[in-house]
């Protein structure tokens, strides 16, 4: 086992889960496609992962992180999403331009410097795009949420995720007042065009499924009361 993993090993571990490989067996074109490499690369990869000790793998299902791989994907994510909050509330930066900030950085702190970050910052638990911070020993929380465009017309959602890897959109959302925490109610849907009316914060949004489908939520929580139980 390699003490310092490169740049290249990093990033396929945290693809890997990503697209879940700490719980499953990531099939290898779900690994091809997000890494946006040729399959034969990917396979070379693999293999190399797999010698190391990082995952285990088959060519015919695929890639799943050993507990070596699944603590090594961890602490890059942790860095990454430390280093976007740091950007976003330390050094002002928008929340549509520290993706790209983040991917670079994780790579180069040390983890004298990562602890650094997260004790300046108050050991946060979300990043600046709502996702969970691993905790410095390793732990994720874990949260069932879905897509904005699966919730039905009357539902009212919080926001807690927005996907942050489309800076455009990212800004159009917080000109909308799409970000996590937000509150937002499904009013109607077109299915021929498929297109939602939500209300956000008193102002009326259309907007279509996939805008929709990178924002992830779960239902509000009633206000107190409004089961017909007086409080007082």
Do not use: C
Request: avoid cysteine.
């Amino acid at each position: 086992m390699v003490d310092q993993p490169s740049q290249a090993v990093q990033d396929y571990l945290k693809a890997i889960h990503r697209l879940g490989g700490g719980d499953r067996v990531v099939p290898p074109n779900e690994i091809v496609a997000a890494m946006g490499v040729k399959a034969p690369s990917v396979t070379g990869m693999l293999k190399r992962l797999a010698e190391a000790g990082w995952i285990t793998y088959t060519r015919k299902s695929g890639a799943r992180l050993t507990p070596a791989g699944l603590a090594e994907a961890l602490r890059v994510i942790r860095r990454h999403r430390l280093v976007e909050l740091f950007l976003t509330r330390v050094l002002g930066l928008d929340w549509s331009e520290v993706d790209a900030e983040a991917e670079a950085l994780e790579h180069a702190i040390s983890p004298r410097l990562e602890q650094a970050i997260a004790d300046h910052l108050g050991e946060p638990v979300e990043d600046p795009h709502g996702h969970p911070i691993p905790s410095r020993t390793g732990e994720l929380r874990r949260r069932t949420l879905r897509p904005l465009n699966e919730f039905r017309v009357g539902q009212t959602v919080t926001v807690r995720e927005a996907q942050d890897d489309n800076p455009a959109r990212l800004r159009h959302w917080h000109q909308l007042g799409l970000v996590p925490g937000a509150t937002v109610e499904v009013l109607t849907y077109e299915q021929l065009d498929d297109l939602f009316e939500v209300r956000v914060g008193g102002r009326l949004v259309r907007l279509g499924s996939v805008g929709l489908a990178g924002l992830r939520g779960e239902l509000a929580a009633p206000p107190a009361g409004a089961d017909g139980v007086n409080a007082g």
